[in-house]
């Protein structure tokens, strides 16, 4: 009798240990399934925990998967090279979030084109007002990955000229003649001219034009010139310096001295130093310098004689 009674009570406690699980599990997912409902029964959007904790984790694994990824490119990457790429992987990695939040929501049951659909006018707003934006990301982006554009390059743009000093996603940093900084839309690269002074090579070819009068010992002017250039600091004895002869002007015969620098950034310096050294032998040689000349002819017209009056 009292084992019969054992054995009933440990099957009850067996059957009431089996429960236990289950009541746990429709506990977690009761609280999983806890969160807000939106939506038409056809088309709707659930927002729960366990879509919270869902997206949590894609993103944890997500930013692992960047940082190996980041770190697997840029280790036989030299500095500057690793800071250029870690901005443009700012930008990817902001893309890749998105999407990982994207297929995280659609892959859990969440039906993501109802809020794609109501987001629309604000994305295509947003896409309006951000268009310059990308533009000059996608342009940073174009600069750091083919090298079109270095730290320490002289470009000319807009008429303007400047030593790159800072190369960003968004915008490019230089230096001016005149030490004065200009913020460049990295758009500019990509859409417009752009004059890189040293992209190839530090060495850039200069000219300074000089015209004398006619008459002048042309082949003097020539020694002159070149006598100037070679002592002139900051011109580079290889290449040599040369002199052509350009044009008969109006007014003038005009040279053009051409020699070679390594520094194009401080090029006016250069050619105004070299000015006064070419007016100082003109001078000492008397070669002249001519002023523009116009010969004005009159030409006297007999005064129309008005007809009488018969």
Not at 78 to 100: G, W
Not at 158 to 170: A, T
Request: charged share 25%; glycine share 6%.
């Amino acid at each position: 009798m009292i084992q019969d009674k054992l054995e009933e009570t440990l099957k009850e406690g067996a059957e009431k240990a089996k429960d236990i699980p289950e009541d746990i599990w429709q506990t977690i997912k009761s609280f999983l399934n806890f969160g807000f409902h939106f939506g038409t029964d056809a088309n709707p959007i659930n927002l729960t925990i366990g879509h919270l904790l869902l997206v949590i984790i894609a993103f944890i694994v997500a930013t692992v998967v960047l940082r190996l990824v980041r770190s697997l490119i840029t280790r036989k990457m030299d500095t500057e090279n690793e800071l250029k790429f870690k901005s443009i992987f700012k930008f990817i990695r902001y893309i890749v979030y998105i999407a990982v939040v994207l297929f995280t929501l659609s892959a859990s049951g969440v039906d993501i084109t109802v809020l794609l659909t109501a987001s629309a006018a604000l994305f295509v707003g947003l896409g309006l007002a951000l268009q310059d934006l990308f533009t000059d990301i996608i342009g940073g982006i174009f600069i750091m990955v083919d090298k079109s554009l270095s730290v320490g390059d002289v470009v000319e743009i807009d008429g303007k000229v400047g030593r790159i000093f800072e190369i960003k996603l968004r915008t490019t940093r230089a230096l001016t003649r005149d030490d004065k900084v200009i913020i460049i839309p990295n758009h500019h690269f990509i859409s417009d001219i752009v004059y890189n002074y040293t992209q190839n090579h530090r060495t850039t070819r200069e000219a300074v034009k000089v015209g004398v009068a006619y008459g002048s010992d042309t082949a003097l002017v020539r020694k002159i010139l070149i006598d100037c250039a070679s002592k002139q600091n900051g011109i580079l004895k290889s290449p040599k310096p040369f002199v052509l002869f350009e044009d008969f002007g109006d007014s003038s015969l005009n040279f053009g001295i051409y020699f070679f620098i390594n520094d194009s950034f401080s090029d006016p310096r250069i050619k105004s130093e070299l000015r006064f050294r070419i007016d100082e032998q003109f001078r000492a040689n008397k070669v002249t310098i001519p002023f523009p000349q116009r010969d004005v002819h009159f030409y006297p017209t007999t005064p129309t004689q008005p007809k009488s009056d018969a």
